[in-house]
């Protein structure tokens, strides 16, 4: 399926940190993802098209965390290392940054964020969303993004499964197209494009 890009599209990139990608909470193959998000961003810039990024920017002490009680080792604290963007994502300058700093799980970036405000200032109407991890961050924020209407773009070649039980990211997968979102590969936004050109 082709998809043209429009105003009122927003890229989303979420979570591609560190600590997710080569980190503390290493997704498998995640690093794939960089690459094909790296074309994305490079589309929207062409276009003059929103960039947004989440990202977890936990406290050391946050409730997530194995030793308070949560199911994940520490990851994206504050300011570490691990909390910036992976290696090799060619950052764009027009970025706009939404961080989930909350003292309790917030797997979506609509949860108790300005994301919704950020985004309805842009005029975003279709969000295009790619990056870590489909079964958790990823599904959680599309499943919002298309209960507050926006119509949703998965990049299903820019996300992956921490897949904690196997078939997790291919759920998750499923539960996001059922929700309305639409599938896109990158070959199939790169064939709009050049068929516009
Ligand atoms: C995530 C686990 C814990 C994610 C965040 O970005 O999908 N997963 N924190
Ligand atoms: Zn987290």
């Avoid at 994206?76 to 989930?100: D, E, I, T």
């Amino acid at each position: 399926m082709g998809v043209k890009l429009r105003p009122g599209d927003a890229l989303l990139l979420v979570d591609v940190q560190a600590d997710f990608v080569d980190g503390a909470l290493a997704v498998p193959r995640a690093a794939e993802t960089i690459p094909v998000l790296n074309a994305y961003i490079a589309a929207f810039e062409r276009h003059r098209l929103p960039i947004v990024a989440m990202r977890d920017w936990h406290p050391a002490n946050h409730p997530s965390f194995k030793a308070f009680g949560g199911p994940w080792p520490p990851h994206c604290v504050v300011n570490s290392p691990g909390a910036q963007f992976a290696a090799g994502l060619v950052v764009p300058p027009r970025l706009r940054m939404v961080s989930k700093s909350s003292m309790r799980e917030q797997y979506s970036g609509f949860d108790d964020t300005d994301m919704h405000a950020v985004l309805s200032d842009l005029g975003v109407r279709r969000l295009f969303v790619g990056g870590l991890a489909t079964d958790y961050c990823v599904v959680a924020t599309v499943l919002d993004a298309r209960k507050l209407g926006y119509e949703v773009v998965v990049l299903v070649d820019a996300v992956r499964a921490v897949d904690v039980k196997p078939g997790d990211g291919e759920r998750a997968l499923r539960q996001m197209l059922a929700a309305g979102a639409v599938p896109l590969e990158r070959a199939a936004l790169e064939a709009a494009e050049s068929a516009r050109a």
